[in-house]
């Protein structure tokens, strides 16, 4: 078995998110400034930071990432978001992703571009057998940007990048996308929603972010209808909702699927203690998530599993649940102990309750119409 691959820039740990927390200061609706936006790159920084310390970096890949060719936008996005977002670059305080609550700082552009980048190296060296599995730690994230505008902190879809190129460029049939971002996946449905040769399935907090869109009833159109997937979960939810929700929806639909490559937009905002939504994840929880993923990529996708970093806010934890899939991914043990399990694991979310299960139980049905 030969290595796992592992992205990372230092202009990722340099996007510039501005003075605001969540919202724009103003004295106007006395939102004050504020050193950290939630977004602020300082989050994925500590989680290179841990995956180094740790010495797991010792056993990875480190692959680099180039920019993305505008031709690899475009396969995704329209002309005029691509024109928009390079335009607004080169302003000096920059400009904004698409839904005014999205800023990039001036060059903003460069580091997008670089995100995609990465994504779009991290499937190449999978699917041309370099590496074994790999995990993009890239940033800014892409799972909300849609075909024409940007959204929720994401410039350009790095996901739906990495689909197309995979598909256009490596001649792959048929590629699956996994989102355990907390929020919802609404930039692939956007984009892949009326073709087959995308699965797209999204698991997240019932109307967390956006909170229009996530329904199991949104199902693809066209000739892409039953190809997206939508598992949306009451807040609250931890291990027992999650494992309960990949081993009768996710895997039973990738399995159905049997796609050549699984890309995973892997944001670890379903945390217990991330601040842009209520669930109760821990980082053994990611750790099981993802274990059932490369036990499905060996039987289904010739062990091809790429997985993307999207959100997670929390700069405290969101390095411990990167450190521990990545560890289950690369199968090493650095026996690093996530010194917070026993402060969180006191505050429940491990056990599937009622209401969740049924909540899952509806979504399964929809697995029949993925062939
Ligand atoms: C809309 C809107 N309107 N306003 C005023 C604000 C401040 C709005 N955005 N809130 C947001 C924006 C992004 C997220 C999550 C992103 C993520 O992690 N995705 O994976 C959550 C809430
Ligand atoms: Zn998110």
New binding site residues.
């Given amino acids: 078995t030969s290595t796992m691959g592992y992205i990372w820039n230092t202009l990722y740990g340099w996007t510039d998110t501005g003075s605001g927390g969540?919202?724009p200061p103003s004295t106007d609706s006395l939102t004050q400034p504020i050193g950290h936006h939630v977004?602020h790159p300082d989050t994925k920084r500590r989680m290179h930071e841990l995956i180094s310390a740790s010495g797991l970096i010792d056993s990875l890949k480190q692959i680099d990432a180039a920019p993305a060719a505008e031709a690899d936008i475009l396969r995704v996005h329209d002309q005029s978001h691509y024109d928009r977002i390079l335009a607004e670059s080169a302003l000096p305080k920059g400009g904004d992703a698409g839904?005014?609550?999205?800023p990039f700082g001036h060059g903003g552009h460069r580091i997008a571009m670089l995100a995609a980048g990465g994504a779009i190296e991290a499937v190449r060296t999978v699917v041309e057998g370099q590496v074994s599995n790999a995990y993009a730690l890239i940033n800014p994230?892409g799972?909300?940007a849609e075909r024409s505008t940007g959204r929720?902190?994401?410039t350009f879809n790095n996901g739906a990048v990495a689909a197309a190129y995979a598909r256009d460029v490596l001649g792959l049939k048929r590629v699956a996308i996994v989102d355990w971002?907390?929020?919802h996946g609404n930039g692939a449905q956007d984009i892949f929603g009326g073709t087959a040769e995308v699965l797209n399935i999204s698991v997240h907090q019932d109307r967390?972010?956006?909170s229009d869109s996530g329904f199991r009833e949104e199902r693809g159109h066209g000739e892409g209808f039953g190809y997206t997937l939508n598992v949306p979960l009451p807040p609250g939810g931890g291990s027992g909702a999650y494992e309960y929700a990949f081993d009768t929806v996710v895997l039973p639909a990738v399995r159905a699927y049997k796609p050549d490559l699984i890309i995973v937009a892997s944001?670890f905002?379903a945390s217990i203690m991330d601040p842009?939504a209520r669930m109760m994840m821990r980082s053994e929880g990611f750790r099981s998530l993802v274990r059932k993923l490369v036990d499905l990529a060996a039987e289904v996708s010739q062990g091809r599993l790429v997985c993307l970093q999207?959100?997670?806010?929390s700069p405290i934890y969101v390095p411990f649940c990167g450190l521990a899939v990545i560890e289950e991914m690369a199968g090493v043990s650095t026996g690093t102990q996530d010194a917070y399990t026993p402060i969180l694991g006191a505050m429940g979310g491990d056990k599937l309750l009622e209401h969740e299960r049924e909540a899952i139980d509806l979504a399964s049905v929809l697995v029949s119409d993925i062939h």
Avoid: K, T
């Fill in positions: 969540l919202l977004a839904d005014g609550v999205s994230p799972h909300h929720g902190f994401c971002d907390v929020h967390c972010f956006p944001g905002d842009l999207e959100g997670g806010y």
